[in-house]
């Protein structure tokens, strides 16, 4: 079965679902100007995703790395590998026994998630679908059922803009404030789990998949603690540099501009000082004197 249209006349999550009643297996393709992006079905469920590179946060190096699994140094040797031997990232570093199959599979259906939510916000681009058999898939525990995502899908567009208002993501580092116990947190499990987690100051992210999880859990985890005053946030020191070196441009630019008015004051009371001069010396001369005798007799 050979599948392809416009977005903006069939939505992803119509195109999800279609795929998913009629239990195909093969590869969707979803191309646009934000990202593009490959989904593997399997008799109707979710097994793989390719996202988009573009997206560092959905690249399964990158999660494992946030989550402290691997190092930096790990994931780049290991990606060498996967260019040059053409496999999987995740089954080297099976093979490896740098993580082992739960953490994978936890990661993979993570990376899923996140990529088909993101995918959910394209309004326009091209879809592709081409059938095939698909024999063997990632580690991935439990294939992921369509019509659950299709729900979470619909959660995540609902509340993660408002979730997104109430913390503040981006350019701070956080951590558990002391003195709360699990029976603080007893409405939101997911929010208590976190907090036992979060022992030092690191970005939310990190923090996120260190406890294996979405960023749609692990944000609305982080606004409920905020509301609880269990979280210390400071600014990230990269992010205060920042703020200062833009402050000291706009005060350079500022004494610029005094500097160039307080120049334009001196220079034209400098040109007409000259002017006056001139002047003076043209209207107290026999020149001047001559030419008006002249000028009288017309």
């Not at 509340?159 to 029976?183: D, N, S, W």
């Not at 990190?206 to 210390?232: C, D, M, P, S, V």
Request: glycine share 8%.
């Amino acid at each position: 079965m050979g599948l392809k249209g416009k977005i903006s006349e069939f939505g992803i999550a119509d195109i999800f679902q279609l795929l998913s009643v009629q239990n195909k297996s093969g590869a969707l393709e979803i191309i646009t100007s934000k990202g593009e992006m490959v989904f593997i079905f399997k008799e109707g469920q979710l097994v793989d995703v390719t996202p988009d590179v573009r997206i560092k946060d959905q690249l399964i190096g990158q999660m494992l790395v946030d989550g402290g699994f691997i190092s930096d140094t790990e994931r780049n040797r290991y990606l060498k590998v996967h260019l040059r031997k053409g496999k999987k990232f995740g089954e080297i570093l099976l093979e490896k026994e740098i993580v082992d199959d739960d953490t994978l599979s936890r990661f993979l259906t993570i990376q899923i998630k996140e990529c088909f939510f993101q995918a959910l916000t394209y309004k326009g681009g091209d879809y592709r679908f081409d059938a095939f058999t698909v024999s063997s898939y990632p580690p991935i525990k439990l294939p992921v059922r369509v019509d659950q995502l299709l729900l979470e899908g619909m959660q995540f567009l609902d509340e993660f803009p408002l979730v997104m208002e109430k913390f503040p993501a981006k350019g701070v580092l956080i951590k558990a404030a002391e003195g709360f116990e699990q029976e603080n947190f007893k409405e939101d499990r997911i929010a208590f789990d976190v907090y036992s987690l979060m022992n030092e100051y690191m970005e939310p992210i990190k923090h996120i998949r260190r406890a294996g999880l979405t960023e749609l859990e692990g944000y609305k985890a982080f606004a409920y603690l905020n509301e609880k005053g269990a979280l210390l946030i400071k600014e990230e020191v990269r992010d205060v540099l920042r703020k200062e070196k833009e402050e000291a441009k706009r005060r350079d630019l500022r004494l610029m501009q005094l500097s160039n008015a307080v120049n334009l004051c001196f220079f034209t009371a400098f040109v007409g000082a000259v002017i006056y001069f001139f002047c003076d010396i043209i209207f107290n001369s026999g020149i001047f004197l001559f030419v008006r005798e002249i000028f009288k007799g017309f």
